[in-house]
């Protein structure tokens, strides 16, 4: 079950600026992983369940962080049904992230007052979402729309809050572009947490790159 309520989940995501997004089978790494970017600063992680058995490993990499970093707060992304977001949520997801917009995944997140933010890539999406009680909306590809599709967004509906994924880097320029546009916060994977941080399991360089992306984030929005 949940320990943070959707609410809650959404002031950290408002208050950081930014979700790590990770996934990696390896359950020890996995808790490295994790331990360099709470380290870093990071009180949210959305884990990408897209690999063989990826319950396992998140049921794992929550009961650490429950017990070992306090204020962590773990969710899943790159769900695609109702039936896996209720079992996520069984194990203890704090929020859930979804590629497309799909209203039975609402439905058992609003159930449960679990955070959802959907994947939308237009108006008419981003109205249906927030319609169904969604707080914070994924614009994903973030790359494909761009810092300018968030402006246009916001002009007319001020309210909307944003969370672009994919596109977004620890670039300062880059990062300016998004939260200049209006962006509520950044989720942010590969470009955080490469591969080559993975494969020399860099953990002081990842706590090092979190901080400083933080830095900048609060900078910027200062």
Not at 6 to 29: Q, W
Not at 57 to 63: D, H
Not at 124 to 130: F, L, P, Y
Not at 201 to 211: Q, R, W
Request: hydrophobic share 40%; net charge neutral; charged share 25%.
């Amino acid at each position: 079950m949940a320990q943070y309520s959707r609410i809650e989940v959404a002031n950290v995501m408002k208050e950081s600026g930014m979700v790590p997004l990770f996934y990696h089978p390896d359950i020890e790494l996995g808790k490295k992983i994790l331990q360099a970017c709470y380290d870093g600063g990071a009180r949210l992680m959305e884990f990408t369940a897209r690999g063989d058995f990826a319950f396992e490993v998140f049921s794992e990499l929550n009961k650490y962080a429950i017990k070992n970093l306090p204020g962590m707060i773990m969710g899943v992304g790159s769900i695609t049904d109702a039936g896996a977001a209720s079992y996520y949520m069984s194990l203890g997801a704090n929020f859930i992230v979804t590629p497309s917009l799909r209203e039975d995944i609402a439905i058992v997140c609003n159930r449960r007052k679990v955070l959802w933010s959907p994947g939308c890539g237009s108006l008419t999406e981003i109205n249906k979402a927030e319609e169904m009680g969604c707080e914070i909306v994924k614009l994903f590809p973030g790359s494909l729309y761009g810092p300018g599709f968030v402006k246009g967004i916001k002009g007319p509906q001020p309210w909307t809050s944003i969370m672009p994924t994919g596109g977004v880097s620890t670039d300062e320029d880059n990062l300016k572009g998004w939260f200049d546009a209006g962006v509520t916060c950044v989720g942010m994977g590969s470009k955080l947490i490469s591969k080559d941080i993975l494969e020399n399991k860099d953990y002081a360089g990842l706590e090092a790159l979190v901080k400083d992306t933080l830095a900048k984030i609060k900078k910027l929005r200062a």
